[in-house]
């Protein structure tokens, strides 16, 4: 049985928290006694998200927001200050995922737009507006959700793949920075995880897990693990770092 409390006393702001691995951290991460400001655009399926947590004994803070929006991130940090008493964690979980397969030079330049504006922009608007939180608590930590096609890239989404990899880099960037204040920053990065968003990119075809020392694709659940320790103290001096979670396919 998970330790109820093993996050007791943590505040977190956890972004793409509608559906799909957003909603499983923001219930796990609940679970364990975290504060939970749970945020996404889509109002009806982070009400969802906020019901199920009420259906297993969980509340939920959640906030619509659109985190490529400068004036919705910074009013975000507010209601962490306001609601949460300040912040100890963010998590930057929101992307878009569910992205059709085409060559590199067959993407729309406005689906590639909106894909790094996300996917990147997102990521460091909410770090930009929630960091002087967590350096007022004293220092926290910063996951930002990568993937392992960073590093092995992945035929027909060269717009995601871009975005992941930039992940990475600003979470290096980030840990150098951010360091002297006690804020580490680490990326989270699955391999193929089911959910509704990722079988979109797969299309019609199946994953073959024949490369994969495991045998298997990963749950969301397979993640819980890995995000609890990165947001906990137990990785204290661990920063700057991009954790792989693929079942061995990509070793690093």
């Known amino acids: 049985m998970a330790n109820e409390s093993r996050l007791a006393g943590k505040r977190v702001l956890l972004t793409g928290a509608a559906r799909g691995l957003g909603r499983e951290f923001a219930l796990h991460l609940a679970g364990l006694g975290a504060r939970v400001l749970a945020v996404d655009v889509l109002g009806d399926e982070l009400e969802r998200t906020r019901a199920v947590g009420r259906e297993r004994g969980i509340e939920l803070i959640t906030a619509v927001a659109d985190v490529t929006s400068s004036e919705q991130t910074r009013a975000l940090a507010e209601q962490a200050a306001d609601q949460l008493g300040g912040l100890d964690t963010l998590i930057n979980n929101a992307a878009i995922v569910d992205v059709a397969r085409l060559p590199f030079d067959q993407i729309a330049e406005d689906d590639w737009d909106r894909v790094l504006t996300v996917n990147v922009k997102g990521a460091w608007l909410c770090a930009k507006f929630t960091v002087p939180l967590i350096r007022q608590a004293g220092g926290g930590s910063i996951v930002n959700l990568a993937s392992e096609v960073a590093f092995s890239g992945s035929p027909g ?96």
């Open 157 to 252: 989404v060269a717009h995601y793949v871009a975005s992941k990899a930039a992940i990475i880099g600003i979470t290096r960037t980030l840990a150098r920075e951010l360091g002297p204040d006690r804020i580490r920053v680490n990326a989270l990065a699955p391999g193929f995880v089911t959910t509704e968003a990722s079988k979109v990119m797969l299309g019609a075809g199946e994953y073959d897990t024949a490369a994969t020392p495991l045998g298997r694709t990963a749950q969301p659940t397979d993640l819980h693990g890995a995000l609890t320790f990165l947001v906990s103290d137990e990785s204290a001096f661990i920063t700057g770092q991009t954790l792989l979670v693929n079942g061995g396919r990509l070793l690093h």
